[in-house]
């Protein structure tokens, strides 16, 4: 007898597979964003079968809430119609559709290769005793708290980096601003 924690992974996981392909193939970026979006929600309520509430509250907030809205923003600054006129990836579908065929056939084939790794020392009821998001902070604060660092300065670098880039953008625009002025200024005289 199929338990309603089954019934309600496999329409999760089917949801989750169909909007994704919807998103995909959708001609309207912005029905494709909208199906990324039930998508993601989708997603969340899979971690809540999980019982991962923080990784769900985190979809939410990051994927739906701000990359969503950062692919939106793409979505109306892009010209679609110079976009839609770029070659295709793929000369024809049907390749296309053969590739996919003989990826899904290489990664089914190797299922069996499959092995859990090494258990960690969290076990569920420690887990449920101290709460999700305390086992994750005392984690990442302890057993990878060099990797939790290294990340946040290569993220420090990136931002430094996007402010010097729009810095001499912004530099370069006013001294060619400034020298075209100086040029007509001349012609007008």
Avoid at 49 to 64: R, S
Avoid at 155 to 178: M, P, Q, W, Y
Wanted: charged share 15%; hydrophobic share 55%; glycine share 6%.
């Amino acid at each position: 007898m199929i338990s309603l924690s089954q019934l309600l992974f496999a329409y999760l996981a089917t949801a989750i597979t169909g909007l994704a392909l919807l998103a995909v193939n959708a001609r309207n970026p912005v029905h494709s964003v909208l199906l990324v979006l039930a998508m993601f929600f989708h997603m969340a309520g899979l971690y809540l079968t999980l019982n991962a509430e923080f990784l769900a509250a985190v979809q939410i907030i990051v994927y739906a809430g701000a990359i969503l809205v950062l692919y939106l923003f793409v979505v109306f600054l892009v010209n679609l119609k110079e976009e839609i006129r770029v070659k295709r990836f793929v000369v024809s579908q049907h390749y296309a559709i053969l590739l996919a065929i003989g990826l899904c056939v290489l990664l089914v084939s190797n299922m069996d290769s499959f092995a859990l790794g090494i258990s960690g020392p969290w076990t569920i009821e420690a887990i449920q005793q101290t709460t999700h998001i305390k086992a994750l902070g005392r984690e990442l604060f302890t057993t990878y708290l060099l990797p939790f660092e290294i990340t946040g300065l290569i993220l420090l670098v990136a931002v430094i980096g996007g402010l010097v880039l729009a810095r001499e953008d912004k530099a370069t625009t006013k001294g060619n601003s400034d020298d075209e002025n100086a040029e007509t200024k001349g012609v007008h005289q």
